[in-house]
């Protein structure tokens, strides 16, 4: 079994800035992609940044230039960082991972959320 435990968020004011982690432990062998997601109160959740075992990291055109997805694989751990933020950045932040566990097998989850308040 996997888990995914994010950390890092709060409250900020406007401009600000932030760095999120997320952790995974429990029976990893590698890890293929991991993904940041976001949820605002009343709206889907959206992707906002993902990154791949061959280093090839995206981020979604709504947080290009602010934000900055990296991961460390000797830790296991994937970071967001959000710089320049903005209130409508607010958000609950969520990853996700899909995680080769070993002898073919795979598991694919989502951590618990950090929440991210940025004031005006």
């Known amino acids: 079994q996997v888990q995914l435990v994010e950390s890092g968020g709060g409250l900020v004011q406007a401009g600000g800035s932030l760095r999120l982690a997320c952790a995974a432990s429990?029976?990893?062998?590698?890890?293929?992609?991991m993904d940041w997601y976001r949820q605002a109160p009343g709206k889907q959740r959206e992707l906002v940044a993902s990154t791949s075992s061959g280093g090839n990291n995206v981020v979604a055109e709504f947080v290009k230039g602010r934000f900055t997805i990296s991961r460390d694989d000797a830790k296991n751990t994937m970071y967001l960082q959000m710089n320049s933020l903005k209130p409508e950045d607010t958000a609950v932040y969520y990853c996700?991972?899909?995680?080769?566990?070993?002898?073919?097998?795979?598991?694919?989850?989502w951590g618990q959320g950090t929440r991210v308040t940025v004031s005006s």
């Open positions: 996700n991972a899909l995680v080769n566990t070993g002898g073919g097998g795979t598991w694919y989850g």
């Open positions: 429990g029976t990893i062998f590698s890890i293929n992609t």
